[in-house]
């Protein structure tokens, strides 16, 4: 199974980015899929995560600023991030859980600059 991460970029204090997350291969158990961010030096830190049926947990810097989200059939999870701020800042990875291991996709930027 690999995880493609795409959407990151540039973007000024209070814009927006959209996230996305694909996962290939051969796939016959979905579990939690997520959204980490890590910064130089320090440890990957959860963003938010959502479950197969949908409930959405969100760290609590984030919450009411992004939104979590899945397809199940295309095997997707975005990451819709509003308002951003400069301590939004990091690289984003996102973490699935398909037959019953996790799998990273490969780090995105996101720099908002003030």
């Known amino acids: 199974v690999q995880l493609q991460a795409s959407g990151g970029g540039l973007v000024q204090a209070g814009g927006s980015l959209t996230l996305s997350c694909a996962a290939s291969g051969n796939i016959f158990s979905h579990g939690v899929m997520g959204w980490y961010r890590q910064d130089p030096g320090k440890q990957r830190e959860l963003v938010a995560d959502i479950t197969l049926d949908g409930t959405a947990n969100y760290t609590d810097p984030v919450k009411g600023r992004f939104t979590i989200s899945r397809d199940n059939v295309k095997n997707t999870v975005h990451l819709e991030m509003k308002t951003l701020k400069p301590e939004d800042t990091s690289v984003y990875y996102c973490?699935?859980?398909?037959?019953?291991?996790?799998?990273w996709g490969q780090g995105t930027q996101v720099t908002v600059s003030s």
């Open positions: 973490k699935g859980r398909f037959n019953f291991r996790d799998y």
